[in-house]
């Protein structure tokens, strides 16, 4: 029999823990689902509202994708499923402020307009402020009838233990790149080369995949960032200072010019311990002769400092620092040419 299921791809387990319990009649009031950015979270959540909803007659077509309200919840218009979704400040920064959950918690006492289950989707709860988390306790606490509550994050670690303790979490892995390759062939109808290309750099993520592949500005910024670094590294000191206060204006693109970064350092290492030849665990694929030779030349010491000293930045970033120390440091520790 099919179903609407199936567009959870890569995490089939939790499809089949979520359908079960609507079949067993054990669905919970409130699940954590976490996970990287992109990876499917919100997809299964809306999958899951969708399961909870559905109108089709025969249960195990449901979700049909086909139905009302089916339809209303993947145009995200249906009125009683909600997706709260953080603000985006600054330096890319999100914050989920308590107002939005005041907001959600009026909606949330009042009986569905036409649904069995309301669903409230909240995206990146981690990112809520610890009044926003505080206020919310109490819905998760003494939760309305016939509400689920559907959270997001990237790492329950990171939030207050009595949110986690009072749901049911589900901890979502990244896809295998052999499986977004195969999706983003067979699903996306993409070309088999870019198809090999998007699913290296996505790392795990086949919605980082989707994007890149519908919006072309993805992979000229990343460029871009590959770019600012062999700048940093074919440079002396100043040339790297100079740069550094290129970028620190820049505080808003930074997470992602790091990542790119940190992902670009983990090719270089994982080829200075020898695993050279096995192309498959290389995320930068269509870099990888600059990546050989930069690795024959420099000792896995060497390029394991450039790993670890660029997560530290990106750790240092979020917690706030001066965003051009941060990238001065960081040069200063990135071997000279
Ligand atoms: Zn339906």
New binding site residues.
Partial sequence: MSNQWDQVIGHEWAAELLAGSIANGRTGHAYLLTGPDQIGKTTLARTFA?ALN???ADEAT??????R??QLIAANRHPDVRLITPEVSGRGKLTLKIDEIRTLQQDLSLAAYEARYKVAILKRFDAATEGAANAFLKTLEEPPRNVVLLLTANDADTMMATITSRCRTIALRPLATPRIEDSLQSRWRMPEDKAHLLAHLADGRLGWAIRAYEDSTILVERQQNLDYLQQALAGDRIDRFALADKLGRKPELLPEILQTWLSWWRDVTLLTQGENGRTLTLTNIDHQADLIARAANWTAEQSLTGLQQTNQAIRQLRRNANTRLVIENLFLVYPLP
Avoid: K, L, M
């Fill in positions: 969708q559905c109108e089709a449901r979700p049909c994708g086909q139905c309200p089916c």
